[in-house]
T-cell receptor, first 110, second 114 residues
Framework: DAKTTQPNSMESNEEEPVHLPCNHS???????IHWYRQLPSQGPEYVIH???SNVNNRMASLAIAEDRKSSTLILHRATLRDAAVYYCILVTGGYQKVTFGTGTKLQVIP | SAVISQKPSRDICQRGTSLTIQCQVD?????MFWYRQQPGQSLTLIAT?????????ESGFVIDKFPISRPNLTFSTLTVSNMSPEDSSIYLC???????????FGSGTRLTVV
């Protein structure tokens, strides 16, 4: 069963920031929060992950709530190429299998 | 991160036949995962493949229908056997190098059964 909850869809104007929320109220202490995105006709692509602290990389930022029951993926300036389905998943350390929820379909408006 | 080459990218098959999908990774990886994604849906895990042992299947998926091979640490195959139109879907493989990194996915195989 999926352990995360995301809105089905969101819209953003091009070149504006986008905040994609994810709820994971049953997260355990060893679960990492991963984000992936899937562009049309492609496999999912890793975006970012974190455990407790906020994380930044060249693609996005990840803000994790203090109680870790929710997180937010931040795209600082949305482009048309960011239009995709974004998945938030929980990953236990090691090589464990993961469960994908329904994800959020992001539409970027020119 | 690892790069996965998956083939074929798409195929149209007759019902009752079988199709084998291949995934080649450019690094040695401990475990590989196979997913199915039906049109407009999320990914559903089929099985986890560890080198040198039998694959572990998720509920609703059986080895006779989806046999998996994992002959070495860089390669795996998934066969969709005795296909029916209900097997039309996208099939994806995935791996994780470990070390705290993310999962890498193949580009998928779009299967249509007629």
């Amino acid at each position: 069963d999926a352990k995360t909850t995301q809105p089905n869809s969101m819209e953003s104007n091009e070149e504006e920031p986008v905040h994609l929320p994810c709820n994971h109220s049953t997260i355990s202490g060893t679960d990492y929060i991963h984000w992936y995105r899937q562009l049309p006709s492609q496999g999912p692509e890793y975006v970012i992950h974190g455990l407790t602290s906020n994380v930044n990389n060249r693609m996005a930022s990840l803000a994790i709530a203090e109680d870790r029951k929710s997180s937010t993926l931040i795209l600082h300036r949305a482009t048309l190429r960011d239009a995709a389905v974004y998945y938030c998943i929980l990953v236990t350390g090691g090589y464990q299998k993961v469960t994908f929820g329904t994800g959020t379909k992001l539409q970027v408006i020119p | 991160s690892a790069v996965i080459s998956q083939k074929p990218s798409r195929d149209i098959c007759q019902r009752g036949t079988s199709l084998t999908i291949q995934c080649q990774v450019d690094s040695q990886v401990t475990m590989m995962f196979w997913y199915r994604q039906q049109p407009g849906q999320s990914l559903t895990l089929i099985a986890t493949a560890n080198q040198g042992s039998e694959a572990t299947y998720e509920s609703g998926f059986v080895i006779d229908k989806f046999p998996i091979s994992r002959p070495n640490l860089t390669f795996s195959t998934l066969t969709v056997s005795n296909m029916s139109p209900e097997d039309s879907s996208i099939y994806l493989c995935s791996d994780r190098l470990g070390g705290g990194g993310g999962y890498t996915f193949g580009s998928g195989t779009r299967l249509t059964v007629v």
